[in-house]
């Protein structure tokens, strides 16, 4: 090991972590110009690679980067759009919205979405992400300061590319995808709040607000390009001495001619996956306007924040002293720079960045912002999830999805989904409780909790 | 054809499949037969597409990496999925692969849809020889 291996976790939550996480963890920190230790968040689970929860820099000018310390699906994220309604308003017509949601936004294998692209306009999209939807019609320009990097990460270079990819994913903008990405209706209950002044900064009114959120990448574009440089790296490696504990750690040279072309694809890709975030985004608009007769910003529908967790970035950070250029990781680990970081849009800059952590579809989600400690400790990183306790196939073992599905419909939380053991899979106790997590990040401040979010109605692929 | 089983409880989130076959033509045809089965149900598929495929690479492992990766590309381009695929592996580095494969495409509401694999990792790859034939164990990110 190069440097140390460093778990973020509660007692209990590491009695929870499977094997593969300390493995992987210590792979990891086996990489050339890894810098100070190899991290792993709370809701850390055994992954390809990098753990699920994994974060790592890299010196720019010495260090790696790694397909497999991002993922296939590059740009992985979050979104939450708030909205003025109640859920006294929208509980009598929930059903309708569910509906509605789950035939404008295409869910599950082999869905197409209903922007149609040239291959020169997919390229536009690559290089603007999120910013190519506003003359589109699909953002509000407002839109694009709540999103991380402005919804544009700089360095998209389409011609890295390649042609498979590009016919792999030209129709699945607006796309939710599959496994455990959704779109779900959350409310606020009463004391879920837990930090009232900065949850005004964010748009949480009080109880019973509604809020939407979304949890997709970059659909089969990513995977592609994870694809086609997985295998140019683990070709490579020989030419620049380089080995890895795991093949899927395939690595190269920041630098290098295949790193840099590696990095401008991936770029691109996280830029695709912003603006599909957004065109999703404008069905849910159209769909409340079309539900409740009120155009969408009457309805109160703005963007309170959108962040990756699947990335690799170039960032600013100190190290031993002195600031030092990085190629930070991130695998399922979620950006949280603190207070007063430029990066963090001004709205937010006195309170931090907000971070988005999925939890499951019968528990719910947490609204967190980023913090100081953060920025020392973890590279300005946190979780992203509640993590994995259980297999898919366990969680297909212990619940059907229909029973699933009618169970919680008992309970008030609608479901529609285009895969009925995709429902099974993604059963809460599937996953570590939120709320420890959540708990976790807090005590050790790497984030600071604002508000809980419970669903009342999620649509799976 | 060869058998092939989903080793459940290998990885958290993702899908591990291990599979056996009397030959490489075999292990082959018994791996695309174990993709769809984790994309869609097949009985759920009407089999009307017939296509042929060709995938070249330098090593064995990556012809059925590439092979994988192929049944995944056509599952996100087309919605088709093929279950059912004839298989000629030649070569001696490179390795060819020459197949026909039968499937059909993804109708909503009619075909039972399962995972979305996103694609093929190099997470604990295998495929190797075996008495009385190949083995291989593929992890795939869904």
Known sequence: ?461 | MGRYEFLEDMVLADCAVEIEGRSLDDLFETAAAAIARLMVDPATLTITVERAISVEASELDMLLYDWLSEMIFLKDRDSQVFPHARVRVTGNGPYRLAADVHGGTIEPGRTALGADPKAVTLHQFALEPVDGGWRARVVIDI
Not at chain 1, 76 to 86: A, F, P, S, V
Not at chain 1, 326 to 352: Q, S
Request: with cysteine; proline share 4%; net charge neutral.
């Open chain 1, 1 to 461: 090991m190069l440097v140390p291996a460093r778990l973020y976790a509660s007692g209990p939550l590491l009695e929870q972590m499977d094997d593969g996480v300390f493995e992987q963890v210590t792979n990891v920190a086996c990489l050339p110009g890894i810098v100070r230790a190899s991290l792993c968040m709370p809701d850390g689970h055994w992954g390809y690679g990098f753990p699920i929860g994994g974060v790592a820099a890299f010196r720019a000018d010495s260090g790696v980067i790694s397909p497999g310390g991002i993922g296939f699906d590059i740009n992985c994220g979050m979104r939450l759009i708030r909205t003025d309604l109640r859920e006294d308003e929208v509980r009598p017509r929930l059903q309708e919205v569910i509906a509605a949601l789950f035939g404008s936004v295409p869910a599950g294998v082999g869905a197409k979405g209903f922007v149609r692209l040239s291959g020169s306009e997919f390229k536009k999209v690559m290089v603007e992400g999120a910013g190519w939807c506003v003359a589109r019609g699909y953002a509000w320009p407002e839109d694009l300061a709540h999103i991380e990097g402005r919804g544009c990460l700089p360095g998209a270079d389409p011609e890295q590319v390649s042609a498979r990819a590009l016919e792999r994913g030209t129709e699945q903008l607006g796309t939710l995808g599959s496994g455990n990405h959704y779109l779900e209706i959350q409310v606020v209950r009463p004391g879920a709040i837990h930090d009232e002044r900065t949850a005004r900064v964010l748009g949480v009114d009080g109880p019973g607000q509604v809020f939407v959120m979304l949890h997709c990448g970059s659909r089969g574009f990513g995977h592609q390009v994870g694809t086609d440089y997985l295998k140019v790296f683990d070709r490579a490696m020989p030419q620049y001495g380089l080995s890895v504990r795991d093949r899927e750690l395939a690595c190269a040279p920041f630098r290098s001619k295949e790193g840099q072309a590696y990095f401008g694809a991936m770029i691109a890709a996280a830029n695709t996956a912003f603006a599909n975030r957004q065109v999703i985004t404008h069905r849910i608009r159209e769909v409340f306007s079309r539900v409740f007769g009120r155009d969408a910003r009457a309805l109160g529908l703005s963007v309170v924040y959108d962040v990756c967790h699947n990335t690799a970035k170039l960032e600013r950070h100190v190290v031993d002293g002195r600031e030092a250029e990085l190629v930070v990781h991130r695998k399922g680990a979620t950006r949280a720079f603190g207070p007063g970081e430029p990066d963090v849009p001004a709205a937010y800059r006195e309170i931090g960045q907000p971070v988005i952590i999925g939890g499951s579809m019968e528990t719910g989600s947490a609204l967190l912002v980023g913090t100081a400690r953060a920025m020392a400790e973890t590279w300005g990183s946190t979780a992203h999830g509640a993590g994995r306790t259980m297999s898919r196939a366990q969680a297909k073992r212990r619940v059907s999805g229909e029973s699933l599905i009618t169970d919680m419909e008992q309970r008030g939380i609608i479901v529609r989904a285009a895969s009925q053991s995709g429902v099974a899979e993604e059963a809460g106790f599937a996953y570590k409780d939120l709320t420890a997590v959540v708990d976790t990040l807090h005590r050790l401040d790497i984030s600071r909790r604002v508000v809980s979010l419970a669903p009342i109605g999620n649509i799976k692929g």
